[in-house]
């Protein structure tokens, strides 16, 4: 089953704005994660904020995690053509660490 | 650090046919993971190891699909028969244990099945 819902489906902007994806989830959990994936490839992991976190930096992104409203979002600061992707939350639940997907974000990066 | 390595990159079958797919994890990563992904959309989980056991499978059809991890390394996934609607990239991800979080996910096995 698939609880991480990511919003937009889809995402076009130009280079060096910034994107904005979320992420919203129904059960407790242990962890949230962001991972990218680029066409044709494994995805790639991007950030990991637990439950008792309420934001995240790594370079250019952001993670902000409301556990109260059960959503999350990532946000690309100054993009760049090569952030071109699908862009995936995954949520660790509490009860097991089962990790459960969502659809994904397809963003796209206009130069 | 090598990473996640998974062949072959890319198979297409006839239905009814089986095929077989490896992968051999990042070294000392107990945990070792199997997931579906049709285009478009997100990763499916189809079977999770921890060292050589199983710890979930509940969405692998067993009919068809079966998997192993012996001696608790690298793993295989077989289809057999094959679908029209298997056809979808097969990933395998490892990970050092399920409550580490990250998962490190190898290129991907494309199954088109005619």
């Known amino acids: 089953s698939q609880q991480g819902e990511e919003d937009p489906q889809a995402l076009s902007i130009q280079e060096g704005e910034n994107a904005t994806m979320n992420c919203s989830y129904k059960t407790s959990i242990n962890n949230l994660q962001w991972y990218r994936q680029n066409s044709g490839r494994g995805l790639v992991h991007l950030i990991l904020?637990?439950?008792n976190e309420r934001e995240k930096h790594s370079g250019r992104l952001r993670v902000t995690l409301d556990t109260s409203k059960k959503s999350s979002s990532l946000l690309i600061t100054a993009s760049r053509a090569a952030d071109t992707a699908s862009y995936f939350c995954?949520?660790?639940?509490?009860?097991?660490?089962?990790?459960?997907w969502g659809a994904g974000t397809k963003l796209i990066i206009k130069p | 650090e090598a990473g996640v390595a998974q062949s072959p990159r890319y198979k297409i079958i006839e239905k009814r046919q089986s095929v077989a797919f490896w992968c051999n994890p990042i070294s000392g990563h107990a945990t070792l993971y199997w997931y579906q992904q049709i285009l478009g959309q997100g990763p499916k989980l189809l079977i999770q190891f921890q060292n050589n056991g199983v710890v979930d499978d509940s969405q692998l059809p067993k009919d068809r699909f079966s998997a192993e991890r012996l001696k608790g390394v690298d793993s295989t996934l077989k289809i057999q028969p094959a679908k029209l609607e298997d056809s979808a990239v097969y990933l395998c991800a490892s990970s050092l244990g399920p409550e580490t979080g990250e998962l490190f996910f190898g290129e991907g096995s494309r199954l088109t099945v005619l």
């Open positions: 904020i637990r439950s």
């Open positions: 995954a949520t660790g639940l509490d009860s097991n660490y089962q990790l459960i």
